[in-house]
């Protein structure tokens, strides 16, 4: 079965340093990859999703990911982190039309 | 586009009482899904539908659980003689979904409700 890996339970950083959290998937075809993030208390918003093409995806609020097929990988990077970029962070991989997700990764901002 | 919505957003219950709870989708969304999320932890497949048809239900889904989509739009979800275990956010998503491909496949969630159940 397939299934997603967040190695970091909780990350800090300082604002306006760079960040990326990792997520690794298994999966034996090419995976549909997703972020999302949830705010306290919120449901998810998608931040960016790969299917194919370009391994490099831009998403909303300055968020970028990276899929790797050799390292089964989709890292989300973001070169300087704001202080309302606090939340959990969740990546997901499309299996048989439903999402099976991480455990999400908690982003604390440090002033 | 009014995005997925959801009601009510908290619900707090006596063990033993049934609950029921309501999802409208993103208007001509075909597929709507429901997942459940605990405290820690990442959401997990419930069920989903094709229009009005239930095309899955995980093996999380007890008996106590019921989905409907009567008319292929909204949906409810209820939970019979509830239990303290099934204190947990309950989230809704939709998606285009009528085949494969990117655009279809794309889920967008509304914003939960949270069950606690006493």
């Known amino acids: 079965a397939q299934s997603v890996t967040q190695p970091d339970i909780h990350i800090t950083v300082s604002e306006g340093a760079s960040l990326e959290l990792r997520c690794n998937y298994s999966?034996?075809?090419?995976?549909?990859l997703f972020w999302y993030v949830q705010s306290p208390g919120q449901g998810l918003q998608l931040l960016l999703k790969?299917?194919?093409?370009?391994?490099l995806v831009q998403g909303i609020k300055g968020f970028e990911a990276e899929f790797k097929r050799s390292q089964s990988s989709f890292n989300l990077r973001k070169p300087s982190v704001h202080w309302s970029d606090a939340a959990e962070y969740f990546c997901a991989v499309i299996q048989g039309g439903k999402l099976i997700f991480g455990q999400g990764t908690e982003l604390s901002v440090k002033p | 586009d009014t995005g997925v919505s959801q009601n009510p957003r908290h619900k707090i219950t006596k063990r033993g009482q049934n609950v029921t709870f309501r999802c409208d989708p993103i208007s001509e969304h075909n597929r709507l899904y429901w997942y459940r999320q605990t405290l820690g932890q990442g959401p997990e497949f419930l069920t989903y539908?094709?229009?009005?048809?239930?095309?899955?239900k995980s093996r999380l889904l007890s008996d106590r659980f019921s989905a409907e989509r009567p008319k292929g739009s909204f949906s409810t979800l209820e939970i019979q003689r509830t239990e303290q275990g099934d204190s947990a956010m309950y989230l809704c998503?939709?998606?285009?979904?009528?085949?494969?491909?990117?655009?279809?496949?794309?889920?967008?969630f509304g914003p939960g409700t949270r069950l606690l159940v006493l």
């Open positions: 998503a939709s998606s285009p979904g009528t085949s494969g491909g990117a655009y279809q496949e794309t889920q967008y």
């Open positions: 999966y034996g075809a090419t995976p549909y």
């Open positions: 790969y299917f194919s093409g370009d391994t």
């Open positions: 539908f094709q229009n009005e048809a239930q095309l899955e």
